[in-house]
């Protein structure tokens, strides 16, 4: 069965660190993209951040580039998100998913998603 399951969030005080996981099952992860991202109560899905399958290559939104760091473990078919010096308005429900093909941060293309991890960050 093919899934994709999202784990790490919690509550965070600002300034602190998060690392997401998205464990794939029922597919090899390396073959394909991975991206992740978000969504805020009354707000759209944003694309945070994503990695090719094949070359590892990565991309960023501007909100996050230097503070958030993609890598993947394809020994443990897992995607990693690590989140630096969290802000207020990282605050969502982060999903992964899954895209054949180059990666990209918007949701179009991607076929399989997780069911989301609360991020909240408030002192």
């Known amino acids: 069965q093919l899934q994709l399951v999202e784990s790490g969030g919690g509550l965070v005080q600002p300034g602190g660190s998060l690392r997401l996981s998205c464990a794939a099952s029922g597919f090899t992860s390396d073959y394909y993209g991975i991206g992740w991202f978000r969504q805020a109560p009354g707000r759209e899905r944003e694309g945070v951040s994503c990695i090719d399958g094949s070359s590892g290559s990565t991309k960023y939104a501007d909100s996050v580039k230097g503070r958030f760091t993609i890598s993947r473990d394809n020994a443990k078919n897992t995607v990693y998100l690590q989140m630096n010096s969290l802000k207020p308005e990282d605050t969502a429900v982060y999903y992964c998913?899954?895209?054949?093909?180059?990666?990209?941060?918007?949701?179009?293309?991607?076929?399989?998603w997780g069911q989301g991890t609360q991020v909240t960050v408030s002192s």
């Open positions: 998913a899954r895209i054949r093909g180059l990666c990209v941060l918007w949701s179009r293309g991607y076929d399989y």
